[in-house]
């Protein structure tokens, strides 16, 4: 069974930085190209970065780029994304995914942004 864990949420003042990870395992990861997403409170799932199968290639929604960085380990079977100058705007809960995806997705990781 397809299966994400993604963590390293947490609460941060604007300007500070979180890690996410997410771990997975059921499929073929070094074999995939890997998405991070988020959704906001009221908001539709939105795709933050993708990442290519040997991590050479990223692209990032507007709104992030210059401050995410998304990476990957294709032994460890994990994706990472490094969030800097974090805004109020970045609150969300952040998920994982394959590129297409597969069900079920993960229970996702909460990040606060907040003064």
């Known amino acids: 069974q397809v299966q994400f864990v993604e963590s390293g949420g947490g609460l941060v003042e604007p300007g500070g930085s979180l890690r996410l990870s997410c771990a997975t395992s059921g499929f073929i990861f070094s074999r995939s190209f890997m998405n991070w997403y988020r959704q906001a409170p009221g908001m539709g799932r939105e795709l933050v970065a993708w990442i290519s199968i040997e991590g050479d290639s990223t692209t990032y929604t507007r709104s992030v780029k210059g401050r995410f960085t998304i990476s990957r380990d294709n032994d460890k079977g994990t994706l990472y994304l490094q969030m800097n100058n974090l805004r109020v705007e970045d609150t969300a809960v952040y998920y994982c995914?394959?590129?297409?995806?597969?069900?079920?997705w993960g229970q996702g990781t909460q990040v606060t942004v907040s003064s």
């Open positions: 995914n394959a590129q297409p995806n597969y069900a079920p």
